[in-house]
């Protein structure tokens, strides 16, 4: 069997674009590769990050849900962004600070090292960097 293929994007359904693009563009440092409605229904706006992979967000025109993201339902826990070292995660810690995004501080496990913050909705993120 051949080997199981990476992923390629992940879309996340975000309450309001007009607060989640800058957000997401400042994280990124990136200006989004596709801004478009899909249908009637629907926006997304997509930005490639340097690995390939892209990051989708999208607007329903269906109201969100009121009770807003939670790691506990069944669905996304969270999106992790690999990091080489421990060292690279300490530059995100800063850049995180600069952008006045909350986080927890890096945590250290025999598995690796995380960096868990969320976004204006949120939606649970983190860097992540395997052990020393």
Known sequence: MDPFPPLTHVALTVRDLSASVPWYQALFGAQPVIDEDTDPDMHHTVYLLGNGTLVGLHQHGSPASPDGFSEFNV?????????????????????????GVPHDGIKDAAYGSGLSFRDPDGIALEFFAPPA
């Open 75 to 99: 669905g996304l826990d969270h999106v992790a962004f690999g990091c080489a070292d421990r060292g690279e995660l300490e530059t995100w810690t800063q850049r995180l600070d600069e952008l």
